[in-house]
């Protein structure tokens, strides 16, 4: 499996729009902070046409050690949820041609 890392997204940014590296790394750090603000103060993210990012509070419970079997409590957190977009779902599926394909 491969992974698409920061350096790639700042290199695609740079030959596709234009900008110098630095400036591409300098939008990419922005973006990426301005997204992660967004959810740290548990507003939601969305991208048309690529999905929704979201926080959601997850409420304590009883969870299992699976070694042992002895009974664990689980204490609330909030989750990072990603709700991918119709458009993406169909690109990923290869159903539909859509602009995200390159």
Request: charged share 25%; net charge positive.
């Amino acid at each position: 499996m491969n992974t698409l890392t920061r350096a790639q997204l700042t290199e695609a940014i740079y030959a596709t729009v234009g900008l110098s590296r630095n400036e591409s790394a300098d939008l990419l750090e922005s973006m990426l902070t301005r997204v992660a603000d967004a959810l740290t103060e548990g507003k939601s993210v969305k991208i048309s046409g690529f999905g929704t990012f979201s926080v959601r509070q997850k409420g304590r419970r009883i969870g299992r050690n699976p070694k042992t079997g002895v009974e664990v409590p689980i204490m609330p957190r909030r989750v990072l949820v990603f709700r991918p977009s119709q458009m993406l779902r169909d690109a990923v599926n290869g159903t539909v041609t859509t602009p995200l394909e390159h």
